[in-house]
């Protein structure tokens, strides 16, 4: 396979080229474009000129596309769990559950643009204000730079194009460099679906090169950035008057109250896919529990029994449901975080070691909480068992982090889910779930280090417009 760059609603021949390796097999996957700042300005442009025609697309028109292309990529949905199995190191099976998902986000995209209804404003309310009649609506701003990472490299891709769309923008991708061929896939399915020409642009490439001819370019109005925290804050300080989303990093916590106790069979089967869905390399992935000291034994046993069950592979067979990390470099990194922890007295329950160009599932216990592998983000099969006395100390230790994206809390005591709820520091609270959740409508996105701003359709609509009032004095 040998993809270009996305221009003007076709696929064009790009300056240069890179490969693309399978980081399980370490085959070639195949070349895409490595666009050049120059290419980067000429999408910028295309997309510019092409919101010239998105911004005076009705809300019906806008629907069509997104649920056509919802269409087109349902019936094309193996050809694109393959691809994403092959480029991002996914099982399989979790793949097609990423485009899956997708199919519903642009749906939800079709819906919520019909949705985009501003409000009627009483402006007598102030002295003075009398004879007026005034409402608000949502205006489209323009091209819009996304930039996107490897773990999701259809849906959160999605994120940024289906509410683009549906407000009426333009928009340019620099998608991840492992993964540049799924979102080539969507803008091809978009075009197909009768997107106007220019009104989406893929350009793969180096990150920071490409990522400042955004941030310089006064013609992107915004930049919707998923990615790590370090790269986050470097945008945002360059970002000048930009509107700007940050969806960025965690170490997602969660507590099992003792009110669990007959249900610790049923938890621990929902922390291990918590913990280990696509390898632990998901945003909100289980990473931290704590877990009441009555039950912490049976819940411990539990999850090492079924952990061990897990079955490392290739992506693309049907069984795997762990596979390699996305490089080598996480491999080490995650290696020496687990020896780190263990050197300090933590106990190892399951897993530990490498195994191909991954980690086993590993379960640790009795870490430290200013132990990397506890207070930074894993992004890896690794998750933190630690036992607390309390849901006090649970709580002051699921706070103890400079992240706050979801959490988690299992329990059956409706004061105690209630207050907990209110008291975690996080973008979203989950009762009785992993943290490993999220649905494509819900407003998604962090506190702390773990971002900026919000996602899930509806929300990134509303930062991807602005709110414009209009009066009108009638007496
Ligand atoms: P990353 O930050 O390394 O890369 C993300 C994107 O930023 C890539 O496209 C990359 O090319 C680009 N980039 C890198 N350096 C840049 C620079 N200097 N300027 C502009 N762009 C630059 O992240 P990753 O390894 O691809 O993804 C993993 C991270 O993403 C984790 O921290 C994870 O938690 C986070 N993530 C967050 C969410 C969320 O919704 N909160 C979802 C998925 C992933």
């Known amino acids: 396979m040998k993809k270009g760059l996305f221009l003007s609603g076709e696929e064009k021949a790009a300056a240069n080229y890179y490969s693309v390796f399978n980081p399980h097999t370490e085959g070639l996957i195949g070349e895409a474009a490595d666009g050049t700042p120059s290419e980067m300005s000429e999408a910028i442009e295309k997309a510019d000129e092409a919101y010239k025609k998105m911004k005076t697309l009705t809300s019906n028109e806008k629907a069509g596309i997104l649920s056509r292309a919802a269409t087109i990529l349902r019936d094309r949905k193996e050809e694109a769990a393959r691809i994403i199995s092959q480029e991002a190191c996914k099982p399989v099976t979790a793949a097609r559950t990423e485009v899956q998902r997708t199919v519903q986000t642009l749906q939800f995209s079709g819906e919520e643009t019909k949705r985009m209804n501003g409000e009627y404003l009483q402006l007598d309310a102030a002295e003075g204000g009398e004879g007026r009649d005034a409402y608000t609506l949502h205006e489209s701003i323009g091209v819009v730079g996304a930039i996107t990472p490897f ?57 920071k090169t490409l990522g400042e001819v955004m941030l310089k370019d006064e013609r992107i109005k915004k930049i919707s950035f998923t990615g790590s925290p370090e790269v986050g804050k470097l945008l945002k300080a360059e970002a000048g008057l930009k509107k700007m989303t940050l969806e960025l990093g965690s170490n997602s916590p969660m507590y099992v109250d003792q009110s669990c106790r007959g249900e610790v069979s049923e938890v621990a089967e929902k922390s291990v896919k918590g913990a280990f869905a696509y390898n632990g390399q998901v945003c909100l992935s289980t990473q931290r529990i704590y877990v009441h000291e009555e039950i912490f034994d049976d819940f411990i046993q539990e999850c090492s029994e079924k952990t061990a069950r897990l079955q490392f592979g290739d992506p693309l067979e049907e069984s795997t449901e762990v596979s390699s990390l996305i490089n080598k470099k996480s491999q080490q990194r995650l290696y020496e975080w687990i020896k780190e922890a263990k050197a300090e007295g933590a106990e190892v329950l399951a897993g530990g070691e490498k195994v191909g160009n991954g980690l086993e599932p590993t379960i640790l216990s009795n870490v430290s909480s200013t132990s990397s592998i506890s207070c930074k983000e894993a992004f890896g099969p690794v998750v933190i068992i630690n036992k607390v006395k309390s849901s006090e100390e649970a709580l002051e230790q699921m706070n103890n982090s400079r992240f706050g994206l979801n959490a988690g809390v299992f329990t059956n005591d409706l004061k105690q889910a209630v207050d907990m709820a209110h008291r975690i520091e996080a973008g979203q609270v989950l009762i009785n779930d992993v943290p490993t959740l999220r649905f494509d409508h819900m407003p998604y996105g962090g506190v702390k280090d773990s971002g900026y701003g919000r996602e899930g359709v509806k929300y990134a609509i509303e930062e991807m417009t602005e709110l414009k009032m209009i009066s009108i004095k009638y007496r």
Not at 152 to 163: A, D, I, M, R, S
Not at 174 to 184: C, D, R
């Open 151 to 207: 773990n999701f490299p259809l849906n959160l891709v999605t994120h940024k194009v289906g509410p683009a769309i549906a407000a009426g923008n333009t928009i340019v991708v620099k998608p991840a460099e492992q993964t540049p061929f799924s979102s080539l896939l969507l803008a091809e399915i978009l075009s197909e679906a009768g997107l106007h020409p220019g009104a989406i642009a893929i350009v793969p490439g180096d990150g």
